[in-house]
């Protein structure tokens, strides 16, 4: 019997040492990987894979030792490799990003879920809809154009194809897979999705409207059509990650 529900690892120190471990990668990935894309002339866009850590060590360990992880992470990345003026915002996120996969790990193991396949496919619509609304694509003499600029028509069919399939591949994962795999892929992809719309393209978009004074128009669909290429991106290497780590890490 564990003492503290939220802690899944066998002894709390040796959760200490894995948040340990995994705020290392953390801040190494920021280190070398990390590029921010100007919009409005405002380093608004960052792009990198520091959240894979955060949102393994809530997954492994639970999201109050996901919290730390991500918290920590971004204190530490901001010390060492200062993006921008400190936002106390951003750290708050990159500790949810931790906690929220944490939390809904632990929920989708112990009840049936039902229907949550779906929720891409809503995710999908509402990002459309957004996009839509805001004119960032727009068609001319046969050119697609984004935000304005001409775009390559096989950018563009990509990302349409990103979009189909992130919003159908839970539904073929739900009907022709293994349910009683412990991360399941569909279970993974469901968890980073809510993750990034809660840290990403909510918060975070919200905390740089703050920062710099910028529309939140101007920022949200950038937003979620990185996200769009994210999360697939994120989910694929989580499922690897969570199926070849090695078992000092795993949950006992």
Request: with cysteine; net charge positive.
């Amino acid at each position: 019997m564990k003492s503290n529900a939220f802690i899944s690892s066998p002894t709390k120190t040796r959760v200490v040492v894995n948040c340990g471990l995994l705020i290392a990668v953390s801040i190494v990935l920021k280190i070398l990987f990390e590029v921010y894309i100007p919009l409005g002339g405002f380093p608004s866009l960052r792009l990198n894979i520091t959240a894979l850590p955060i949102m393994l060590s809530g997954i492994l360990l639970g999201p109050i030792a996901g919290f730390a992880v991500g918290f920590i992470s971004d204190l530490m990345c901001f010390i060492i490799k200062p993006g921008g003026p400190f936002f106390i915002g951003f750290t708050l996120a990159s500790g949810l990003t931790g906690f929220i996969p944490g939390l809904l790990f632990m929920i989708l193991k112990k009840k049936e879920t039902k229907y949550l396949e779906w929720f891409n496919l809503v995710f999908v619509a509402f990002a459309g809809i957004i996009l839509a609304v805001f004119g960032v694509f727009s068609f001319e003499n046969g050119s697609v154009y984004y935000a304005g600029e001409p775009l390559n028509l096989v950018f563009f069919v990509i990302f349409i194809a990103l979009m189909i399939a992130f919003a159908v591949f839970p539904i073929i994962v739900v009907k022709k897979s293994n349910l009683d795999s412990e991360y399941r892929s569909d279970h993974i992809l469901f968890i980073v999705s809510v993750s990034q719309m809660v840290t990403s393209i909510l918060l975070n978009t919200w905390f740089l409207s703050i920062l710099y004074g910028q529309a939140i128009a101007v920022l949200l669909p950038a937003r979620i059509i990185t996200n769009i290429f994210l999360i697939p991106l994120y989910t694929i290497i989580l499922v690897g990650l969570l199926k070849t780590l090695p078992g000092f890490i795993r949950q006992s």
